[in-house]
């Protein structure tokens, strides 16, 4: 009887116990790389993922002119303004031409010079007293209403302020061919 309680473990079995221990330390090593990758891979897949939740944003407010540029104006007058346009990774400069109009009780108007029909860029024309697109020949009054031709609304009036003697404004793009504005960006 002795003699078996002296037996001593069998090989198998301390195999057995050192393959457990290894299995347990390779699964924890497992999970903890796993984890690991996990963690790094958040900010990876954010990045690549970026442009398709991302929307295509404007820069805010670009610069037209000083106010006082256009207080004896008596017909629109004519600027290029630039911004900076952010679609997922990419940063767009564009330029763009804007029309300043002001009103009789002295309040400016910016009018984009895109025309509403199909996207040419109409024209201010000095001698007829009104805008006109060279395309189809569509026409508006110099608030930018529109009086002849296929454009179905009149010119698009953009977000516009005065910062500190400064006209500024906001630019966007509008659906065409369409009877009401309809922004794009
Ligand atoms: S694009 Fe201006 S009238 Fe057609």
Redesign the pocket.
Known sequence: MQENANIPVSSSTSEVIVINRRSFMGALLGIGTAAMGALLAVPVLRYVLYPLYARATGSGWSEVGAVSDFATAQAPIRKTITFTQRDGWREVVSSQSVYVHREENGDLRVLSAI??????S?SWQQGQDEFV??????RFKPNGTHVY???PRGMDELPSRVDNGKLQVHFEYFR??VPNKERLS
């Open positions: 025309c509403p029909h199909l996207g040419c109409v697109c060279p395309c189809h020949g569509g031709g296929p454009p065409s061919n």
